[in-house]
């Protein structure tokens, strides 16, 4: 389910195959080949080969059951603020509101440090987030493939058309492989729209993974507790600096105490104020030297003493495992 939601490819060996009527079960079949799922709506729940679905995924608020145990609830981008999320719930990105709204509240959390709560809860799953992170590009086997009532094959439930049940995986593949990412909401909205939008914004990729660090922070904590890089500088980075690679560690900051987050494997560390932000100049430059320059001025100490510094914070999380120059 997730790699159907998201589009990123690797959760599975093979494609997800979702089929909205139970006639194109036996085609479905055709297409999945070794390390593949088959998702069939209102299929046949005693058939061994697919997992059958009831319910919608197309309707706001509407409810899937998937398998007969797991109760998934599908909800609107624009509507998620306004809810609260009690089960599983997937949010989708369809409409040029939606799209919007979510550009709105990315560059509201750069600035401010505010984030839309429900999107940082551990039940929320952002549909289409292989396009938001740059995955996209790499799914040249065909994570999903989505076969309509009618019988129109998708690359995603919100896809191009790549062809018509019948088609055999190759001939898919061959209509699949020239398609740009945005090519997976191309059948709900402007997707040369959301290309430029997503050129205009490289940094979405490390906002979404600071909605997964939230996940790592114990709700009572929350309130009171920042992430570094939005809405929050140690040093006074200028808009210019880019934030960090999606996969580095984050600074927390609360009451002026802060802590390194490895959301890697869940770990924290406490950090010294001169520590913390000779750590934040590092994961936005990924530069010793020019971290040292930043950090001095921040710090009001000499070129060298920064420098020294820069290297031993590199040096010591790297003896840990955490690599703040090449953190991906």
Not at 135 to 142: A, E, H, M, Q, V
Not at 169 to 193: C, F, G
Not at 294 to 316: D, F, H
Request: with cysteine; charged share 20%; proline share 5%.
């Amino acid at each position: 389910m997730d790699q159907w939601v998201t589009g990123i490819p690797g959760r599975i060996p093979g494609h997800v195959v979702f089929a909205e009527n139970a006639a194109h079960t036996d085609y479905a079949l055709k297409l999945a080949g070794e390390g593949s799922v088959v998702l069939v709506v209102d299929g046949d729940s005693d058939h061994p080969g697919i997992v059958s679905l009831k319910g919608s995924f197309n309707d706001p608020g509407g409810e899937l059951l998937v398998d007969g145990t797991l109760s998934v609830e599908v909800q609107d981008y624009v509507a998620v603020p306004f809810i609260n999320l009690v089960g599983v719930t997937i949010v989708r990105l369809t409409s040029q509101d939606d799209w919007q709204a979510f550009f709105a509240d990315a560059e509201e959390a750069r600035r401010s440090g505010h984030f839309v709560r429900q999107l940082t809860e551990v039940n929320a799953v952002l549909g289409e987030r292989g396009l938001l992170a740059g995955y996209g590009c790499l799914d040249r086997n065909l994570g999903r493939i989505h076969i309509t009532a009618d019988g129109t094959v998708l690359n995603g439930p919100y896809g191009t058309v790549i062809g018509w049940a019948g088609d055999t995986v190759h001939d898919l593949r061959l209509k699949s492989v020239p398609l740009r990412p945005e090519s997976a909401v191309a059948s709900v909205t402007d997707a040369a729209e959301i290309r430029r939008a997503l050129n205009q914004r490289p940094w979405i990729p490390r906002y979404l993974a600071a909605l997964d660090a939230w996940k790592f922070i114990k709700r009572e904590d929350r309130p009171e507790t920042r992430l570094v890089g939005f809405g929050l500088s140690l040093y006074g980075a200028a808009g210019t600096h880019s934030l960090p690679l999606p996969g580095a560690p984050f600074i927390l900051e609360k009451q002026g105490e802060y802590r390194l987050l490895d959301t890697t494997a869940g770990r924290l560390f406490q950090l010294g104020s001169d520590a913390a932000t000779i750590v934040e100049a590092v994961l936005n430059l990924r530069d010793v030297e020019a971290a040292a320059t930043v950090s001095s001025a921040a710090l009001g100490i000499s070129p060298t003493a920064a420098e020294e510094g820069v290297r031993t914070v590199v040096a010591k999380f790297g003896g840990l495992g955490i690599h703040l120059l090449g953190a991906i």
